[in-house]
C-alpha cells in the first residue's frame, strides 16, 4: 500500500515536470499534496502517533484546498497568459527527472537507509521531490513556477521527516506549516506587485540588478 | 527577567504603530524602546557570563555566552537604526516619498524584522530556530520592496526565492540532525541543548552529510560565496536604515544558526570536517568580494559586496577554531556590525542628498554634508582594517590564529585579499568625498538624531579598538568556556 502511495507521488512530480500551463501544474500540485496526505496517514496509522494524524489534516487542509485555490485566484487575476515559458523542453525535462530520482536513490543508499527497504524507497522519492522542486524553479520563466517550485521542495521535506524520523517534534512541524503558509501568501503579494509594475511575471526578465 | 523585555518591547512597539498615528512622535517612542531593549540585553548578557546560561519557558529560550553576544549586537544596531530611522523617515515624508500611512507600515514591519532576529538566537529548539529565521526574510522582503520601484521589487523577488529555497535545504540538514538524534534511540526533540551532551554518540555520517545541508542553506542566507548572489540587490535597494540591520546583524543571525549546528558536529568529533568546510567557503567568499568591490561603481553595492567580504573573514575565524580564532571572529561580528552600520547611513544621506547611487558622479561629499562626510571618511579606513579601529584588532586576531595554527596559506590569502579591498576603496571614496561640489549643489544641516547616530557609532568602533588591547585576557577565557559549550 505505502508502495503504491510512494508511486504515485513520484508519479505526480513527473506531470508537474511535464506540465506546459499554469493550471495543469497546479492540478497537479493538488495531487501530490493528496498522496502526500495519505503517505502521513499510513504514516500515523503505523506509529499510532495521535501527532501525526494531526499533521496529516494539516497538509490536507493547506496543501490540498487553501494553497492551490490561493494560486488559482491570483494566476486568475494577474490575467498573463497561461504558458509557462520553459527554457527546457518537456522530454529533455522529464530525462533530467529520471537522472535526479537515480541520484537520490543512490544518496539515500549512502546514507544508510538500506536497500529495498520501504523506508528508503520513501527517502528516495522524498530527495527527488526536493531535487525535481529545485529543477523547475530554475527551468521556467514565469515567477510563479518558482513559488510551485519551492511548494514541491517542501513536499519532499516533509514526505522525508514523516518517514524517516516519525515527524518533527509537532509544535516545531506546527510552526514550520504556518511559515510555509505565510510564505506563499507574500510571494504571491510580490508576483502581484511584479505584474503591476511590469507588466509581465517572466522572472528572466528582471534584470536591472547586475554586477 | 531581560529576555523577555528584550522580546516584548519590540512586539509591543509593532502593536503601538496601529494606535499613534503621527511618526514623528512614534520615531522617539521607537527610541527610547531600543534604549530599554539595549540596556536590558546588556543586562542579560552580564547574568550570562555569571552563571553559564538561562533557561526560561519550560526550555523554549536557551541563552548561553554565544546567543547573548548576538542579542547584544542586534540591540547594538537596533537602536543605532532607530535613532537614525527618525530623521531619514521624516525627510522621506516631508519629500512626499511615502505617505505618513506608510512610514507607520515601516515602524510596524521594523518592529517585527527587529523581534524576529531577536527570536533567532534566543530559542532552544532548531526547528523554531528555522522558523525564525525564515521569518526574517519575509518581512525584510517588505522592507527590500519598500519603495515599490521596478529595481527593488526585483530585488525583493531575487531575495525572497533565493532565500526561501536555501533555507529548505537548512530544513533538510534540520531534519537530518533530528533523525540521527533519534536512531540512536533517544526520545524525539530538536532541542539544542539536549542534543549536545549526547552529540559524540550519534552516527558521524548523517551528521557530516546534515551540515553540508545546513552550510548551503543557511550559508544563502548569511552571503557566503557562491551563494550570495541575491545580497547586493536586496543590501542596495533596502530603506537605508535597514540596510544596515540587514547588513549588520541579518547575515550574523544566520552565521549564528551555523555555528549550533556546527557545534555539535565539533562535539561528536568531525572539527577538521567543520573547519574545513568553514574555510574554503570563507575563502571564496573573500576572493569573489574582492573582484566585485574592484569594479563596483554603485555605492550601496559596494558596501554590500565588502559584507560578503566580512562574512568570508568571520568564516575563516569560526573555521579556524582556536580561542584566539574564535574570539577574533566574535568580535569580528560586531566590529564589522558596528562599522557596517556607520556606512551604510552615511550612504543613505549621501544618495538622499545627490538622488543618485553612482560613485563616478558624486564629488565633494565632504563639503555639502560636512558631518556624513567625515564620519564616512573614518568609517571607511576603519572597515578596511585600519588601526586604530577596532576591526583592525579582530582581523589581525584571526590572521594571527591562522599563523599560528600552520595555515599560512589561508593567512598569506587573507593579508594579499585585504590589500587588495584597500585600495579599491581608498580609490573608490577619495574620488567621491573630496574634490568640488557640483553645480547647484550647497551645503546642507544634518539633524541632531542622524549626528548623535554617528557619534555613538563611532565611539563603539574606536573605543572598543582601544579597549580591546587592554582586556584581551579576559576575552580569551571567555571565548574558551563559550567553545566548551
Known amino acids: 500500500m505505502q508502495g503504491i502511495i510512494l508511486f504515485l507521488l513520484l508519479a505526480s512530480t513527473y506531470l508537474m515536470i511535464i506540465a506546459k500551463r499554469m493550471p495543469a501544474l497546479i492540478r497537479s500540485f493538488r495531487y501530490q499534496s493528496l498522496f502526500l496526505f495519505l503517505a502521513t496517514l499510513l504514516a500515523a496509522f503505523h506509529e499510532k502517533q495521535i501527532e501525526l494524524y494531526l499533521v496529516a489534516m494539516m497538509i490536507i487542509f493547506l496543501k490540498v484546498f487553501l494553497i492551490p485555490y490561493f494560486l488559482n485566484v491570483t494566476a486568475k487575476r494577474i490575467k498573463v497568459d497561461e504558458n509557462l515559458g520553459l527554457f527546457v523542453n518537456p522530454q529533455l525535462s522529464l530525462v533530467f527527472a529520471l537522472i535526479f530520482t537515480y541520484c537520490s536513490w543512490v544518496l539515500s543508499v549512502n546514507l544508510g537507509f538500506g536497500q529495498g527497504s520501504l523506508q528508503s524507497m520513501a527517502v528516495t522519492v522524498a530527495f527527488s521531490l526536493i531535487f525535481n522542486g529545485a529543477f523547475l524553479m530554475i527551468s521556467r520563466m514565469k515567477a510563479f513556477t518558482q513559488v510551485v517550485g519551492i511548494l514541491v521542495m517542501e513536499n519532499g521535506i516533509f514526505l522525508f521527516a514523516s518517514s524517516v524520523s516519525g515527524g518533527m517534534p509537532f509544535f516545531a512541524e506546527i510552526a514550520v506549516f504556518f511559515d510555509v503558509f505565510v510564505s506563499v501568501v507574500i510571494m504571491g503579494v510580490f508576483v502581484f506587485r511584479i505584474n503591476k509594475l511590469f507588466t509581465h511575471i517572466d522572472v528572466n526578465k528582471l534584470s536591472r540588478l547586475k554586477g | 527577567m531581560a529576555i523577555f523585555i528584550i522580546l516584548g518591547v519590540p512586539l509591543l ?23 530599554a531593549v539595549l540596556w536590558a540585553s546588556i543586562a542579560m548578557c552580564r547574568e550570562v557570563v555569571l552563571t553559564g546560561y538561562i ?54 514591519l521594523f518592529n517585527l524584522f527587529c523581534f524576529s532576529m531577536f527570536l533567532v538566537p534566543a530559542v532552544n529548539s532548531l526547528g523554531i530556530l528555522w522558523v ?41 540538514g534540520t531534519i537530518l540532525f533530528s533523525y540521527a538524534f533519534s ?69 550574523k543571525t544566520a552565521v549564528y544558526a551555523i555555528l549550533r549546528f556546527g557545534m555539535i558536529l565539533i562535539k561528536s568529533g568531525e572539527i577538521v570536517f567543520f573547519a574545513h568546510l568553514m574555510i574554503l567557503f570563507g575563502v571564496i567568499s573573500l576572493v569573489i568580494s574582492s573582484g566585485f568591490i574592484l569594479v563596483q561603481k554603485d555605492l550601496k553595492r559596494l558596501l554590500a559586496y565588502s559584507s560578503i567580504e566580512h562574512i568570508g573573514v568571520i568564516s575563516i575565524g569560526f573555521g579556524l577554531g582556536s580561542p584566539l580564532a574564535v574570539l577574533g571572529a566574535i568580535l569580528h561580528v560586531f566590529n564589522h556590525a558596528v562599522t557596517k552600520s556607520l556606512m ?119 573605543g572598543v579598538g582601544i579597549v580591546l588591547v587592554f582586556k584581551s585576557k579576559d576575552l580569551l577565557w571567555l571565548t574558551q568556556r563559550l567553545l566548551q559549550g
Open chain 2, 183 to 251: 536512531v540512536s534511540g533517544l526520545s524525539k526533540s530538536l532541542n539544542w541543548s539536549d542534543m549536545v551532551p549526547v552529540a559524540h554518540i550519534l552516527d558521524k555520517n548523517v551528521l557530516k552529510v546534515a551540515f553540508i545541508f545546513i552550510l548551503v542553506g543557511y550559508g544563502t542566507k548569511a552571503g557566503l560565496a557562491p551563494m550570495h548572489t541575491w545580497l547586493p540587490d536586496a543590501h542596495s535597494q533596502a530603506v537605508a536604515p535597514i540596510s544596515a540591520l540587514l547588513s549588520g546583524v541579518l547575515l
Open chain 2, 13 to 35: 512597539l509593532a502593536i503601538g504603530t496601529f494606535f499613534v498615528k503621527r511618526e514623528r512622535f512614534f520615531g522617539v517612542i521607537n527610541c527610547v524602546g531600543y534604549f
Open chain 2, 344 to 462: 551604510f547611513f552615511g550612504a543613505g544621506n549621501i544618495v538622499s542628498a545627490y538622488k543618485k547611487h553612482n560613485m563616478n558622479t558624486i564629488r565633494g561629499v565632504i563639503k555639502a554634508l560636512p558631518f556624513t562626510g567625515i564620519a564616512v571618511f573614518l568609517g571607511m579606513f576603519a572597515l578596511t582594517g585600519f588601526p586604530p579601529f577596532s576591526i583592525f584588532i579582530s582581523e589581525i586576531m584571526i590572521i594571527m590564529a591562522a599563523f599560528v595554527q600552520g595555515y599560512y596559506f589561508v593567512a598569506a590569502l587573507l593579508l594579499l585579499f585585504l590589500a587588495v579591498i584597500f585600495g579599491a576603496f581608498i580609490f573608490r571614496f577619495g574620488k567621491m568625498l573630496f574634490g568640488n561640489l557640483p553645480k547647484g549643489m550647497v551645503a546642507q544641516g544634518e539633524p541632531l538624531s542622524g549626528k548623535l547616530v554617528f557619534l555613538f557609532l563611532f565611539f563603539l568602533m574606536c
Open chain 2, 132 to 172: 525564525a529565521i525564515e521569518m526574517t526574510t519575509l518581512i525584510s522582503a517588505f522592507l527590500v520592496g519598500f519603495y515599490n520601484s521596478k529595481e527593488s521589487v526585483e530585488a525583493a523577488w531575487k531575495y525572497i526565492i533565493i532565500c526561501s529555497a536555501g533555507i529548505v535545504l537548512a530544513l533538510l
Open chain 2, 55 to 108: 533557561q526560561a519557558l519550560s526550555n523554549f529560550i536557551y541563552l548561553d555566552l554565544l546567543s547573548s553576544v548576538f542579542i547584544v549586537v542586534t540591540s547594538v544596531v537596533a537602536i543605532a537604526a532607530a535613532l537614525y530611522s527618525i530623521a531619514y523617515i521624516r525627510k522621506d515624508v516631508e519629500q512626499k516619498i511615502i505617505s505618513e500611512r506608510k512610514a507607520s507600515f515601516f515602524y510596524l
